[in-house]
């Protein structure tokens, strides 16, 4: 795995270093994220399997996708390159809201993330990278909500969390 660096930042989302990704996770140290979700013209969102292969979280759905900036990068244009390497697709991207989280894994490691969420649309099929998606489906915001409910166990912690604040901002944009 091609060592990869994290974005340390405070709670205002000033960068205050930076530091090995694996490294961050272990100490469990505050650092920038982002969260992209693409709904297509019907309201659905599509949701990503995460691959088997994944140092954790394997196989559970999530969003379309999220990953870390890059020192440098703006959070449209990490969005966008992520979104590119993992589901095959650029479309226009919008930073909706942002927010801090902690998520503990089973293997020791902790997302603790200064998240930027981020909106896109598309209504096409993705061409995705099996070494980062093992599948991928549209889905409502209403069934998505029902499903976690039902078999939280198949989903990601962060997208369990992420996920209530999306529900929020979707039903608050319907007034």
């Known amino acids: 795995m ?14 205050i270093g930076s530091m090995e990704k694996i490294e961050a996770h272990q100490k469990a140290l505050l650092h920038r994220a982002f969260s992209v ?12 399997q995460r691959a088997s292969e994944k140092y954790h979280s394997p196989l559970l759905w999530t969003n379309t996708c999220c990953s870390h900036q890059r020192v440098g990068e703006t959070n449209i244009e990490a969005g966008r390159r992520r979104l590119m390497e993992e589901m095959g697709f650029e479309v226009p ?28 649309y598309y209504n096409e099929e993705p061409n995705i990278n099996l070494e980062e998606v093992e599948a991928w489906k549209w ?33 608050a944009q319907k007034k």
């Open 37 to 48: 979700f693409i709904l297509n013209d019907k309201n659905e969102v599509m949701l990503q």
């Open 139 to 171: 889905m409502s915001v209403e069934g998505i909500k029902l499903d976690m409910e039902k078999h939280p166990e198949i989903y990601t912690e962060w997208f369990k969390i992420i996920f209530s604040k999306f529900y929020h901002y979707i039903e």
């Open 2 to 15: 091609k060592e990869e660096f994290v974005i340390l930042v405070n709670e205002k989302d000033e960068q």
């Open 93 to 120: 991207l919008k930073d909706v809201f942002n927010f801090i989280y902690k998520a503990p894994f089973d293997n020791g490691l902790t997302e603790h993330e200064f998240d930027h969420v981020m909106i896109g």
